[in-house]
C-alpha cells in the first residue's frame, strides 16, 4: 500500500512546527524521494509494464520509469556493451535521455517491465506504507541541517535527526525484507526436511 507524500509533508510540518510548509513543497517532494531511494528495499517502487511505440528505431520512455527490468521484442532484448552504440547488431538496446534505441527494431511495438514511482491523483509521488517515519525524519533532517550550516542551531540536533533517521531506515528497509506467513512457513518445511530422523 502507497500513501501521497502530501501526508508525509503534513506529519513534518506538524513536527517542526511550520505555517506554510507549502514555501519548501519541492524540496521536501525531492527529500522524500532520495529517502525512498537510500531506504532501497525490493518492494520500494511499483512494477509496471508498458508497450513503448517505436518510431526511427527510437522511443519514449514512460515519465514514471526508475529502473529498466526487462525488454521485449519478438525475443527478449540486451543492452548493449559497444562503445559507439549505432554499431550494435541483434537484439540490443541502449537508453539516450529519455528515448530508448534499438538495434534492429525500426518500427512497431516493444514491451518493457520496469520499477516505477507511483503517484496520487494529483500527481504527487506516493511513499510505501510503513515508510512513512523514515521518510519523515530523512526530510527533517535535510531541512534543519539548512540551518545548522546557516549557524542558527547547534550541531547535536542536526546529529541527533540523523542518527533517527539511519536507525528508521534500517528498521523500514528490516520490515520489508522480512519473509511473510507462507514464505516463513516454507522455510520451516525446508529446514524440518534437513534433519535427519532418529532411530
Same mark, same amino acid.
Given at each position: $500500500? ?38 532501497? #528495499? ?23 520509469? $526508475?529502473?529498466?527490468? &526487462? ?6 532484448? =540486451?543492452?548493449?556493451? @559497444?562503445?559507439?552504440?549505432? &554499431? #550494435?547488431?541483434?537484439? @540490443? *538496446? ?16 516493444? &514491451?518493457?517491465a520496469y520499477k516505477a514511482l507511483a503517484t496520487d491523483d494529483e500527481g504527487f509521488p506516493t511513499i ?9 525524519? *530523512?526530510?527533517?533532517?535535510?531541512? @534543519? #541541517? ?6 542558527? +542551531?547547534?550541531?547535536? +540536533? ?24 507462507? =514464505? $516463513? ?11 535427519? =530422523?532418529? =532411530?
Amino acid at each position: $500500500m502507497q500513501v501521497s507524500v502530501k501526508r508525509i509533508i503534513g506529519n513534518v510540518a506538524r513536527n517542526l512546527g511550520l505555517n506554510n510548509p507549502s514555501e519548501h513543497i519541492e524540496s521536501f517532494i525531492e527529500w522524500a524521494f532520495e529517502a525512498e531511494e537510500k531506504i532501497g #528495499s525490493f518492494s520500494t517502487f511499483t512494477d509496471k509494464e508498458s508497450a513503448l511505440t517505436v518510431t526511427d528505431s527510437k522511443a519514449l520512455l514512460p515519465t514514471d520509469l $526508475m529502473t529498466l527490468i &526487462d525488454v521485449k521484442g519478438i525475443t527478449f532484448m =540486451e543492452p548493449t556493451q @559497444k562503445t559507439f552504440k549505432a &554499431d #550494435s547488431s541483434g537484439d @540490443k *538496446y541502449w537508453i539516450v535521455g529519455s528515448y530508448i534505441h534499438f538495434s534492429n527494431v525500426k518500427e512497431g511495438t516493444v &514491451d518493457i517491465a520496469y520499477k516505477a514511482l507511483a503517484t496520487d491523483d494529483e500527481g504527487f509521488p506516493t511513499i510505501k506504507q510503513g515508510h512513512e517515519d523514515a521518510v519523515a525524519q *530523512y526530510i527533517m533532517w535535510r531541512f @534543519k #541541517s539548512i540551518e545548522y550550516y546557516n549557524g542558527k +542551531i547547534a550541531r547535536y +540536533i542536526v546529529q541527533d535527526l540523523e542518527k533517527r533517521w539511519y536507525w528508521l531506515c534500517a528498521q523500514a528497509r528490516g520490515k520489508d525484507n522480512l519473509p511473510s506467513e507462507a =514464505e $516463513m512457513r516454507n522455510i520451516a518445511k525446508y529446514w524440518n526436511a534437513l534433519i535427519p =530422523e532418529r =532411530e
